[in-house]
């Protein structure tokens, strides 16, 4: 069974910092895509940023400077971490692992972040 987890959504003010992590299960995660996507309110889901499975990344470039992911193989994990937050950057935000043609989700975690 494929699970995606994400964890480390919250509140936080404008200019803070959050740490999303993404733990995966039931797939050789390794070789897939992990991305992240949000889905503010009232508006459709954006990509975030992805990464390869060697390490190459593609940021959205509302966010480029300001988030990073990374991905630990080790650990099946994928994080997000976003500094210098803007209330535009609220959102629920979704973990997603693709390889060719297959993709799975996470349930996603909500960010909030106040002005």
């Known amino acids: 069974q494929v699970q995606l987890v994400e964890s480390g959504g919250g509140l936080v003010q404008a200019g803070g910092s959050l740490r999303l992590s993404c733990a995966a299960s039931?797939?050789?995660?390794?070789?897939?895509?992990m991305g992240w996507y949000r889905q503010a309110p009232g508006k459709e889901y954006e990509l975030v940023v992805t990464?390869?499975?060697?390490?190459?990344?593609n940021y959205a470039n509302s966010n480029k400077g300001r988030f990073t992911i990374s991905r630990d193989n080790a650990q099946n994990t994928v994080y997000l971490q976003m500094n210098s937050l803007e209330p535009e950057d609220t959102a629920a935000y979704s973990c997603?692992?693709?390889?060719?043609?297959?993709?799975?989700w996470g349930k996603g975690t909500l960010v909030t972040v106040s002005s």
């Open positions: 039931g797939i050789a995660f390794r070789l897939y895509v």
């Open positions: 997603n692992a693709k390889l060719n043609s297959v993709n799975f």
């Open positions: 990464i390869t499975r060697d390490g190459t990344t």
